[in-house]
Nanobody, 121 residues
Framework: QVQLLESGGGLVQAGDSLTLSCTLS????????IGWFRQSPDKDREFLAA??????FKNYGDAVKGRFTIYNTKNTVYLQMNSLKAEDTAVYYC????????????????WGQGTQVTVSS
């Protein structure tokens, strides 16, 4: 059974940094892309970043370019978040799929349960 487990969320202050992790199990991390999304109340799920299993492909959403960095080691993908703002408050999800259209939630097959990030101003 394929599972994605996120961790690293929490309560931080504006300007702080936080690193989320997403561990893939039940499937080898090959020919796969893992993406990070977030969702806050009354908003659609927003694409943040994605990475291929080799690390050779990375893609970022406009809202986080220059502040967030995605990287991986073996079967764990990390999202390093710097200069956090109150508007970054959301539930953060990772997902796995094989499509190159990484910004579209429908192209992901497996999803984690999410981790809450709250940024106080």
């Amino acid at each position: 059974q394929v599972q994605l487990l996120e961790s690293g969320g929490g309560l931080v202050q504006a300007g702080d940094s936080l690193t989320l992790s997403c561990t893939l199990s039940g499937r080898p991390f090959i020919n796969t892309k893992i993406g990070w999304f977030r969702q806050s109340p009354d908003k659609d799920r927003e694409f943040l970043a994605a990475i291929s299993s080799t690390g050779g492909f990375k893609n970022y959403g406009d809202a986080v370019k220059g502040r967030f960095t995605i990287y991986n080691t073996k079967n764990t993908v990390y999202l390093q978040m710097n200069s956090l703002k109150a508007e970054d408050t959301a539930v953060y999800y990772c997902a796995a799929g094989q499509s190159n259209t990484v910004y579209n939630t429908q192209n992901y097959v497996w999803w984690g349960q999410g981790t809450q990030v709250t940024v106080s101003s």
